[in-house]
């Protein structure tokens, strides 16, 4: 059985697994204070070429999520997000359960525009209901797609002129920006959203998100809100560590690139059987739509998720390559996707 589910099914890269084991009986102190945590801080400042804004380690995208928008946002304010966000529908009301409702939008191909923005803005006019003041956007989109500079520049021009917070799920950040289709640096993101993750658990880490926050009046006393949720590790450098190793050179955005070259051998492959996608994603996850006979063959020798429901006799499936994905599991798929494809077409015959 290979799995095809998520961008996480493996541990993590043999270097990050030597650096925790060559730092191991290392004294440091704790919360993120240790050397290794300051040191990854200041290099991601450097990566970005912006000494000013703060960054903070956390564990998860979820738990991230939640912390960032929760203190962002003041009782009475809501966040908006695409259907597809992931806020909406993967992290099982956290960010309601602290207090703040999401407003979704339908969008297309999972990426908000100003316009669906401002449909939001004219349908919330006074106190009577709650006010629209977080836009949460992901990069890539929860549907592989990603944003170009142009559309984030928009969108980014739109939030500062409507008193906004723009913030962005980075979890596979690294696939968006290695994108073939991608013209965003990660420099650029200080200057075009607020607030921003970049994700370390589906791109190699064991686990690990770097929280970057740019906006002046969001930064105060953001170690209390990650305290009082439980994200202020006593041994925060292990995270610290983690990201010292991918940004100690090109590793993030090389294992990223792996990650996206596998996508794109068994997009190509998918599409030479005349097989079409649910969304255009030229990032680490595609979402071929296949007769429902196909599916169930494929299940007996690989692991993916059920997308969406087509139609009676087809549905989309959701496949993911990671920094770890094998050629030969690529090909092993393709193959058996040719000899199913053969199967039953031998059988209509």
């Known amino acids: ?36 945590s300051r040191q990854a801080v200041e290099l991601l400042k450097e990566r970005m070429g912006e000494p000013d804004v703060d960054v903070h380690l956390l564990s998860g995208g979820t738990q991230t999520n939640l912390i960032a928008i929760s203190a962002f946002l003041r009782p009475h304010e809501a966040a908006m997000a695409a259907s597809t966000g992931h806020i909406l529908g993967h992290e099982t009301g956290a960010i309601e359960a602290t207090g ?19 449909v939001v803005l004219d ?16 990069n890539s989109t929860e549907i592989g797609s990603i944003y170009t500079r142009n559309e984030l520049e928009q969108l980014s021009d739109f939030c500062k002129k409507n008193h906004l917070i723009l913030y962005m799920d980075g979890a596979r950040l690294g696939s968006a920006l290695c994108s073939e289709e991608n013209d965003l640096q990660l420099s650029d993101l200080p200057r075009l959203v607020d607030a921003f993750y970049i994700g370390g658990t589906k791109n190699g880490a064991l686990l690990g998100e770097a929280l970057v926050i740019c906006r002046e009046s969001l930064k105060e006393d953001f170690r209390y809100h990650m305290k009082q949720k439980g994200a202020l590790l006593a041994k925060g450098r292990l995270l610290g560590i983690q990201f010292l190793e991918l940004f100690r050179d090109n590793l993030f955005f090389e294992l990223a690139t792996h990650a996206n070259k596998m996508a794109a051998t068994l997009r190509e492959g998918i599409s030479k059987a005349n097989i079409p996608f649910l969304t255009h994603s030229p990032s680490n996850q595609i979402f071929p739509i296949l007769p429902n006979e196909f599916i169930t063959e494929l299940e007996k020798n690989y692991g993916f998720h059920f997308w969406e429901k087509v139609d009676e006799e087809h ?13 030969e599991g690529i090909a092993a798929f393709l193959e058996d996707l040719k000899g199913i494809i053969e199967k039953i077409n031998r059988k209509s015959k």
């Not at 996480?8 to 050397?35: F, T």
């Open 315 to 327: 549905a989309a499936i959701r496949l993911v390559t990671s920094w770890a994905t094998k050629d």
């Open 123 to 138: 349908g919330h006019p006074d106190e009577h209901m709650v006010k629209p003041k977080l836009v949460y956007i992901s």
């Open 1 to 36: 059985m290979y799995s095809f589910k998520n961008d996480y099914s493996e541990g993590a890269h043999p270097r990050i697994l030597n650096a925790l084991i060559e730092s191991n009986l290392v004294q440091d102190d704790g919360y993120g204070e240790d050397q290794f």
């Open 100 to 118: 703040h409702k999401i407003l979704s939008i339908e969008a297309e191909n999972g990426k908000l525009t100003p316009s669906d923005v401002q």
